[in-house]
Every structure is written in structure tokens, then in C-alpha cells.
């Protein structure tokens, strides 16, 4: 998935696709009612994000 924002736009912190939805900041996924804690290893960054 590619993830573009205008510059000075405002910080994308979720993602949706059909029925799954990431939350960048709380490091959790949710699709179908079922919510997963991502790890650091399973976990992302955006761009010019340090590693936690």
C-alpha cells in the first residue's frame, strides 16, 4: 500500500481497506469485529518515522 499526503496536509493515523482497519498510532488492527495488538516487530512505520 502506498500512502501519500500533501505537504503541511494533515497526519494520516488510520488505514481502511475493505474490513480492515489499521491504527497507526495505537498499533492495532481490526477487521470483522476482531482487534489484534501489532508488535513492534509486526508493527510499521511512515515515512521519517524512527523505529520504536
Known amino acids: ?3 501519500r ?3 503541511g496536509g494533515p497526519e494520516v493515523t488510520v488505514l481502511r ?5 489499521l491504527d ?3 498499533r492495532r488492527a481490526r477487521s470483522d469485529e476482531r482487534t489484534v495488538d501489532l508488535t513492534a516487530r509486526v508493527g510499521y512505520r511512515l ?3 524512527s523505529p520504536p
Open 24 to 26: 497507526l498510532r495505537t
Open 5 to 7: 499526503t500533501a505537504a
Open 47 to 49: 515515512p521519517g518515522q
Open 17 to 21: 481497506g475493505g474490513d480492515l482497519t
Open 1 to 3: 500500500m502506498l500512502l
